[in-house]
């Protein structure tokens, strides 16, 4: 079956300290990959996106997410972290020849401790 | 800026009512979706569509029925609503990847309660 698994549901850092937020996707293919963010009470934005290429994407906001086709991961990555980014980061894949049906990771909200 | 519109915004209705949900967006896009999502929780995919007279159902099961008779419009219609229907949700649309940057744009939403 398809799926996008994000196993950490809450995840605490410090601000300025670096960020890693897990991806992994069950599919038959390399799907194409998409990291967005939510911030409470807004729209969905999209951070960054993989259809093909090198492997390492970057993004907007200083994000950057590397695919990993052996490990089926996409995962998310900062150096440093803001207090502006806490939000909640939602994983997405798009499947089929062209990403016709997109589904979403169930989320992993992000907090910044002071 | 992305053109893609929602109405209503906010619904309260009685259960057993009929309720279409509109959803238009201007920008010729091929695909579009419809998502629901409780606040702070996942999206849960309940139908999408890749064209004119194409739709398909999501991943979560849903009551509500959709048509694509246009491409820049994909309503969702509830013939009868239940408490279980209330819950936000997000219309979007894309476009093919390689044309395009495949990014979903999103509506603002429609808020529906059913009492």
């Known amino acids: 079956a398809q799926s996008v698994t994000q196993p950490d549901i809450h995840i605490t850092v410090s601000e300025g300290a670096s960020l890693e937020l897990r991806c992994n996707y069950s599919?038959?293919?390399?799907?194409?990959l998409f990291w967005y963010v939510q911030s409470p009470g807004q729209g969905l934005q999209l951070l960054l996106k993989y259809f093909s290429g090198d492997t390492l994407v970057q993004g907007i906001k200083g994000f950057e997410a590397e695919f990993k086709r052996s490990q089926s991961s996409f995962n998310l990555r900062k150096p440093s972290v803001h207090w502006s980014d806490a939000a909640e980061y939602f994983c997405a894949v798009g499947l089929g020849s062209s990403a016709s049906k997109i589904i979403f990771g169930s989320g992993t909200r992000l907090s910044i401790r002071p | 800026e992305a053109d893609i519109y929602q109405t209503p915004r906010y619904l309260v209705i009685g259960t057993g009512k009929k309720i279409t949900l509109e959803c238009s967006q201007t920008m010729g896009h091929d695909k579009m979706y419809w998502y629901q999502q409780d606040p702070g929780m996942e999206l849960h995919l309940i139908h999408y569509s890749y064209g004119v007279n194409s739709t398909e159902k999501g991943d979560l099961s849903s009551e509500s029925t959709v048509s694509r008779i246009r491409t820049e419009h994909f309503p969702l219609t509830l013939e009868s609503a239940r408490p279980s229907h209330t819950s936000q949700y997000l219309c979007?649309?894309?476009?093919?990847?390689?044309?395009?940057?495949?990014?979903?744009?999103f509506g603002e939403g429609s808020r529906l309660t059913v009492l």
């Open positions: 599919y038959g293919a390399t799907p194409y």
């Open positions: 979007a649309s894309s476009e093919r990847p390689r044309r395009g940057s495949g990014e979903l744009f």
